[in-house]
């Protein structure tokens, strides 16, 4: 690193000397980083802040003061000043959202799509007794019998072994022979 003091190199660096101004900001910017991260509480943020002090530095060149031979105090304080302004606009942002009307609960898509067409051309009693089985459950009876798929198939398509659709689709059966049940489910049990 160059011993040449920063008042020269700004000097230099007001002059036009791309160089010079280049030279400023190796010295600097690792220290007004620092700072800055102090400051902010995302490292996001002290990067912006670190950029917005030395575009800063270069747009308002000719006021910026030079004290005891370097910029970093004007970077410095005009770094505090810029987190200031970001910790200003974080608040403002959070504000806005506070005031947001909250969204209601999100509906399940497979859910939504299950209650409009899934049940199609069924009797209601059916489809309502259809839809209060587990989803799992749904899934394992459609493919099997409404679909028609064989229960290695079922198993492989929802992930389950075998044995596991075996046991679900044997659970639906029970509980759809319940007294509770239409008689036309009784028919998708045999």
Known sequence: MSTVDDS??????????????????DRHKDRVFRHALRLVDQRADAEDVTASAFLELWRRRHDARVVSGTVLPWLLVTTTNLTRNVHRSTRRHRALLARLPRPGPAADPAQAYLDSRAFEGLEPEIASALRDLPVLDQQVL?????EGFSMEEAGLAL?????AVK????????RLRSPQTPPLLKEIQS
């Open 8 to 25: 020269t190199l700004w000097a230099d660096a007001i002059a036009g000397d791309g160089e010079a101004f280049g030279q400023i900001f």
């Open 142 to 146: 459609a493919l099997t019998a409404l």
């Open 167 to 174: 046991s679900r689709l044997h659970r639906v059966r029970r």
């Open 159 to 163: 992930g389950l072994s075998t044995s």
